[in-house]
């Protein structure tokens, strides 16, 4: 059972546009969602997170959107760059809960 | 900067081994974790552990163990390896609080094919 789910396994974007990715969850006892970015053969960084009292968090050229009623979360990269080629994860946690549970990943490539 | 090192990047093993991959962080984080990544399945967590000696188990832990017998080291075990075994294997550790909402910092990975 896929808790989170990212529907779209790939995404091109040329340099300069703005990047979106899309993740989708079902448990609606998570309160909290991050996004990791993954290089090949490196582990995943924290990239941005956002807490279910907020819709919005913005860190530089990344925004994180959290739509609570759709279940539905979005990252923004704008204007995208080569270096954000990579995968892309999100994850989420419930309260009283250790655990962060994965998407599936969306594998952005920036066209220059 | 949290290091968070996994003691081997890649190693092929065969059917029935008994393998060990070692993970080892240098920031006194109380929160230790170890997941797989298979293409299409994103990130799978096997077990984790909040405290030495605490284990708990996570969405795929048949196959696997675990042990932390120091705050900074946590080691995931394969008692009998198989072929649906192979895959990336990431250690992760946080430290902000035991909700899990500390950012998790990941080494590097270890690959593992089971032959």
């Known amino acids: 059972d896929q808790q989170v789910k990212q529907n779209s396994p790939s995404l091109s974007v040329q340099e300069g546009r703005i990047s979106i990715l899309n993740c989708d969850y079902t448990?609606?006892?998570?309160?909290?969602f991050l996004w990791y970015k993954k290089y090949p053969a490196e582990g995943p960084t924290f990239l941005i997170s956002i807490s279910s009292i907020k819709d919005k968090n913005e860190d530089g050229r990344f925004t994180v959107f959290l739509n609570k009623s759709a279940k539905h979360l979005s990252l923004h990269i704008v204007p995208s760059q080569p270096g954000d080629s990579a995968v892309y994860f999100c994850?989420?946690?419930?309260?009283?809960?250790?655990?962060?549970?994965f998407g599936t990943g969306t594998r952005l490539t920036i066209i220059p | 900067d949290v290091k968070v090192t996994q003691s081997s990047r890649y190693l092929v093993k065969r059917t029935g081994e008994k393998v060990f991959l070692e993970c080892v962080q240098d920031?006194?984080?109380?929160?230790m974790f170890w997941y797989r990544q298979d293409p299409g399945l994103g990130l799978r967590l096997i077990y984790f552990?909040?405290?030495?000696?605490?284990?708990e188990k996570g969405d795929i832990p048949e196959g696997y163990s675990v042990s932390r017998e120091k705050k900074e080291r946590f080691s995931l075990i394969l008692e009998s390896a198989s072929t649906n075994q192979t895959s990336m294997y990431l250690c992760?550790?946080?430290?902000?609080?035991?909700?899990?909402?500390?950012?998790?910092?990941f080494g590097e990975g270890s690959w593992l094919t089971v032959v």
């Open positions: 448990n609606s006892m998570f309160d909290y």
């Open positions: 994850a989420a946690s419930a309260p009283g809960n250790e655990k962060l549970t």
């Open positions: 992760a550790s946080s430290g902000s609080d035991r909700t899990g909402k500390g950012h998790l910092h």
């Open positions: 920031m006194d984080h109380e929160n």
């Open positions: 552990s909040y405290d030495v000696k605490m284990k």
